[in-house]
Structure formats: C-alpha cells, structure tokens
Nanobody, 130 residues
C-alpha cells in the first residue's frame, strides 16, 4: 500500500525544537512536489514549506529562518526541522507528495487537499506551550 506516515511530533516548550519525519511507503519522492501543511484549531490547512521538483524551497513567512525542509538521499523520507518554536506553531502537521505536480495552494481545506494530491499523510500533532 502506498502511503505517507509522519512521526516526530509531540509537546515542547516555546523556544524548543522538533524534527518531523514523513516516510513514504511503496513509492519515492522522485519527480514529486513534496510539502508540509498544518492545521491549527479552527483554521484551514496552511502551507508550511514545499520543495519543488527542481529543488527550490518555499517557507511560510513565519517559518523563514526557523524551519528547514529536506529529504534523504533515497527520496523516501521528508523532514521538517523546526527551531525556536512558538505557541502559534501548535497544529496538526501533514506531509504530502504529488508526482502529478498539481499547484500547491497556500491555504485550503485539509479535506480538499487530502483528496486533491496523490499522497497525504495521516497527520501528527505538534503542541508548543508558553
């Protein structure tokens, strides 16, 4: 079964760090757009970071300088390193991969995105306390 599985979430205090992982099962990220989204309580899904097929990266403005997206050499695991975490980073984080390279929305319903892209993870909770 082809799927994405996130890990590495949890609870940290403000200023702390977490590294999220997203493991692909049954496929690789070759020729795919990959990204992390998050959904804070009461909000829609917002794009946290993205890597294009060509390797260019995007970070949400509040994440620039604090977050870093990367992949392993085998392109089977996507990472999101998050430093200097803030309470407003508290959210459910989702990874996605799309070999069809559909447009990456900056913000949309998580339900829509989960069916729009080819691969969507189950989500992992990140809680940052002040």
């Amino acid at each position: 079964k082809k799927q994405l599985v996130e890990s590495g979430g949890g609870s940290v205090q403000a200023g702390g760090s977490l590294r999220l992982s997203c493991a692909a099962s049954g496929f690789t990220f070759d020729n795919s757009v990959v990204a992390w989204y998050r959904q804070a309580p009461g909000n829609t899904c917002e794009l946290v970071s993205r890597v294009s097929v060509g390797g260019s990266t995007y970070y949400m403005p509040s994440g620039q300088g604090r977050f870093s997206i990367s992949q392993d050499n085998g392109k089977t695991t996507l990472y999101l390193e998050m430093n200097s975490l803030r309470p407003e980073d508290t959210a459910e984080y989702y990874c996605m991969a799309d070999p069809q390279r559909r447009p990456i929305e900056l913000s949309a319903s998580c339900s829509f995105l989960s069916t729009f892209f080819d691969y969507w993870g189950q989500g992992i909770q990140v809680t940052v306390s002040s």
